[in-house]
């Protein structure tokens, strides 16, 4: 556990930028923005999702995963991360701990899907800008619900979004 009074102004920076990322990255894989979601990752950088059954290695293995999962029209997510626990490790290397809460809608098979998990965070930084180098979460709960089980459910608003 960091001693909290020796971070210094220039520590409390870094990790903000930190934080920034992560949101960042979140953000783009609600909004289905590929090529921002690929910026935030080293390109060498791992994956580990859903207590590791889905592994990846590397950027373009991982953006295609997430992009297929994710990507269709029918999807909509929104996944909120908070409560990061991020220590700096060394002038240009970091690890964090967040909090996860995510919905994922499937319109068309009129499904929910909800749950939350904790990320484990690895991060560089390249070039004078924080990258992850190693991201993935283990699961706490995931539970799904019928759509079709609620007559009254109405999807009455989302994003078309439909990025590159």
């Known amino acids: 556990m960091p ?7 220039g520590d409390l920076v870094e990790i903000a930028a930190i934080e920034r990322l992560k949101y960042r990255y979140i953000r783009a894989l609600d909004l289905k923005e590929w090529d921002a979601l690929g910026d935030c990752l080293t390109e060498d950088c791992r994956s580990a999702y ?12 991982i953006v295609t995963f997430l992009k297929d999962a994710l990507g269709p029209p029918t999807r ?8 990061p626990e991020i220590d700096l490790t060394g002038p240009t290397a970091a690890t964090g701990l967040w909090a996860l809460d995510d919905v994922v ?22 070039g004078g800008a924080w990258k992850i180098a190693r991201t993935g979460y283990r699961r706490i709960y995931e539970e799904t619900e019928s759509r079709s089980d609620t007559p009254s459910l109405v999807l009455t608003t989302h994003a078309s979004v439909h990025a590159g």
């Open 105 to 126: 809608i499937e319109t068309e098979a009129r499904l929910t899907i909800r749950g939350s998990a904790y990320y484990h965070d690895e991060y560089v930084k390249v």
């Open 3 to 9: 001693d909290m009074r020796r971070l210094t102004p």
């Open 50 to 61: 859903g207590d590791g059954r889905f592994s990846f290695e590397g950027r373009a293995a």
């Open 76 to 83: 909509i997510s929104s996944h909120r991360v908070h409560h």
